[in-house]
């Protein structure tokens, strides 16, 4: 009975003594779910989740606070790849209207600008150009079209520009001619 | 003459009617210079080159026109002497029919040269790097129709040496005859061209796949190599079977060996150029002249005079089709490229570039439209002729499915689109269309992942910024206010205790006085 007793306490200490060390040792910094989330989004910084942006997104849906259909620039595709992360059913998106915009990026009439410097303070990717009294102008590569420098200006000179299919980024459409029924191998 | 050389074969293929006849019985001819020439400013794989010339200057002959701004690009080079008219959005021969930044060049008529560099006729004596820098002067791509700087492919970066030289001859895609005629007449310049890429790569031998369907080029190349008295050049005929001429398989079909899936050929010592692109090489390097035109099969039974034409780069393909005679009254769709492997242009005022080797003229009996897809009933003859040992059937469902990592996992990009499978399915099933709308597809998910990840580290980097900037003020407050407390502390402080301490000091000597008074009066 007593041997029973002491090998068992003896056990539960040695496991805990492991446990406790690399409780320490391999301790993980950070959320590893929330980066993997994070690493979905398409980090447009927007906040159309009605979040700060798309890390603050990433881990209330890690910390199971969010749903998982609130990106609308991700679209359907952002919200299957959540899904599937995270072994969650896939859920209708919450603005399907906001979804289907064509992707658009800023674009500064820069006769109209007066150089108040609110829209530069608003872009949450510092793709906006210029000083106090100068004209600013949109880095185009970077803008990731979240419309946060929108509201901010005060002579409304700003506006979003559909993104242009080139050459480079056409893509082949998918084939029209599918047929409505397919026999399942 | 070449000794018979053990072959080897590749999965799958199919016997085509090969159709060469109808353009490879005259010689090259000589295209007239049209009014104006666009040059796109995307004709390779890689950047686009830069233009160095402005709206209304004059350009001569061979006078680069754009610069490469990359490592992987090409430049571009005017083609006759000339006035730049324009630079700006021109049609160009791309399936989606969008236009692209071009230059425009109106013809002087004068034709007169730029000065152009030296001709390096002894180029053994010259290093690779030297020769590398010549040819990427030149603007040289692969001109078999895919394109890639030549000046990068032959680097080999100090990897693996290249110990085989394979030179693609095969021409295996029915009706295109531009390699044909050219190894007719030019055989000499094509073999000078491969002993130049050997030296630069070093390769032990070189060997020339062409098909058995032309039989008078396999001889004009062997007669050019015993002039040459290089015995490591070997002509290797291999049988006519469509895609033959595909880089993997040729590698397969002479040396027996696979590219690696994912991979070079260059990870297995082999080293493949098409043989236009060494008459252009041989070009370069002994001549000093850059790529400004190439040759183009045009045929088709929709055109009236179907053969082989030298044109200028930058020609439109209008021009070329009436120059040509004109399109008959057949003509149904034109193709850019082969029947398996070429796709339908929507305008035909785009112009020639350099990736342009044919230009067929459709009838509809030639280009029939495709039939209604009907359901894939699972025959799997599209498994049987694949060359490139995939599973067709397999990533047309996920590819249908949009499931982009399934049809990774069944190595969509071993595809090299040859069509093979389409043109055996019963059901009719656009296959080739379903993987490049798949490719394109998972090339634009790749383009916004990266874009994401540059968005994430300049909001990083801006959260960061804010937060050391906040860090600073807050410091730069702490920093203030202890200042004046300090400054309160000993002087302003000793100032006050002193006023204080007089006023007590005054006040007690008054009550003092008062005190001492009353006391006196008292008395």
């Not at chain 1, 209330?60 to 919200?79: F, L, S």
């Not at chain 2, 969008?98 to 002894?122: A, F, K, M, Y």
Request: hydrophobic share 40%; net charge negative.
């Amino acid at each position: 009975m007593i041997a029973a007793i002491l090998t068992i306490a003896g056990l539960a200490t040695v496991f805990g003594l492991i446990l406790g060390y690399s409780a320490i040792r391999f301790r993980v910094e950070g959320d590893p779910i929330a980066d993997q989330i994070d690493a979905l989004l398409p980090q447009t910084q927007c906040g159309q989740c009605s979040f700060a942006g798309c890390r603050p997104y990433a881990e209330a849906i890690a910390a199971g606070e969010a749903e998982i259909n609130r990106c609308p620039p991700g679209g359907e595709t952002t919200m299957i790849a959540l899904a599937e992360l995270l072994g969650r059913d896939p859920v209708p998106l919450d603005d399907e209207e906001a979804a289907e915009k064509p992707k658009a990026v800023a674009y500064i009439v820069e006769e109209e600008c007066i150089g108040c410097t609110l829209c530069i303070q608003a872009c949450p990717v510092d793709a906006i150009m210029g000083a106090a009294k100068q004209m600013h102008t949109v880095i185009v590569d970077e803008c990731t079209g979240c419309e946060l420098c929108l509201p901010p200006c005060p002579v409304e000179c700003i506006h979003m520009h559909p993104l242009e299919a080139t050459p480079q980024t056409w893509k082949w459409p998918f084939p029209a001619q599918a047929p409505s029924e397919v026999v399942n191998g | 003459m070449a000794e018979p050389r053990k072959l080897w074969s590749f999965h799958g293929g199919l016997h085509l009617d090969d159709h060469k006849s109808e353009s490879n019985q005259r010689p090259v001819q000589h295209m007239p210079l049209p009014d104006r020439l666009t040059l796109p400013l995307h004709q390779h794989i890689g950047q686009n080159a830069e233009p160095v010339v402005r709206v209304g200057e004059l350009v001569k002959k061979g006078q680069v026109v754009a610069r490469a701004p990359d490592y992987v690009s090409a430049s571009i080079h005017a083609p006759t002497s000339g006035q730049v008219i324009e630079i700006g959005d021109q049609p160009i021969p791309h399936p989606s029919g969008l236009n692209d930044t071009c230059i425009v060049i109106e013809p002087d008529g004068q034709d007169s040269w730029t000065e152009l560099p030296e001709p390096i006729r002894h180029f053994r004596s010259e290093t690779a790097a030297d020769l590398r820098d010549r040819i990427r002067w030149a603007g040289i791509v692969g001109l078999g129709g895919a394109a890639f700087p030549t000046a990068v492919k032959v680097n080999t970066g100090g990897g693996r040496p290249i110990d085989t030289l394979v030179i693609n001859a095969a021409e295996c895609e029915p009706y295109i005859t531009c390699d044909d005629v050219l190894m007719l007449e030019r055989a000499p310049d094509i073999i000078d061209g491969i002993e130049i890429i050997r030296h630069i790569v070093g390769a032990r031998e070189c060997l020339i796949g062409i098909e058995d369907n032309k039989p008078e080029a396999a001889e004009a190349l062997r007669q050019a190599i015993v002039r040459s008295a290089d015995s490591d050049i070997q002509v290797v005929v291999v049988p006519t079977l469509y895609p033959s001429g595909g880089e993997k398989q040729l590698i397969r079909l002479l040396t027996g060996q696979e590219v690696p899936s994912h991979g070079l050929p260059a990870d297995i010592g082999v080293l493949c150029q098409n043989v236009a692109t060494t008459a252009a090489v041989a070009d370069a390097v002994l001549r000093g002249l850059p790529l400004i035109d190439r040759v183009v099969t045009v045929t088709g039974q929709g055109v009236r005079q179907p053969g082989n034409f030298r044109v200028a780069l930058g020609t439109p393909i209008e021009f070329v089709i009436t120059q040509s005679g004109g399109y008959s009254g057949e003509a149904h769709e034109l193709l850019l490229g082969g029947p398996m492997m070429g796709f339908a242009l929507h305008d035909d005022q785009a112009p020639v570039t350099k990736a342009t080797n044919c230009l067929l003229a459709a009838s509809l009996q030639e280009a029939p439209g495709p039939e209604p897809e009907r359901p894939c009933i699972r025959c799997g003859e599209c498994v049987e002729v694949c060359p490139a040992d995939l599973l067709p059937q397999q990533i047309f469902w996920h590819a249908r499915a949009h499931d982009f990592d399934r049809v990774q996992e069944y190595h969509l990009f071993d595809c090299i689109e040859c069509g093979c499978c389409a043109y055996v399915c019963p059901a009719h099933i656009p296959l080739v269309h379903y993987y490049r709308y798949a490719k394109t597809e998972i090339w634009t998910l790749e383009r916004e992942r990266q874009k994401s990840d540059l968005a994430r580290r300049r909001h990083d980097a801006r959260q960061e910024r804010l937060e050391r900037l906040e860090r600073e003020r807050k410091s730069r407050l702490r920093k203030k206010k202890e200042a004046l407390d300090k400054k309160s502390g000993s002087s302003a402080d000793a100032s006050k205790k002193a006023a204080i301490a007089a006023a007590m000091k005054r006040v007690a000597d008054k009550k003092a006085a008062h005190k001492a008074e009353t006391q006196t009066s008292d008395s």
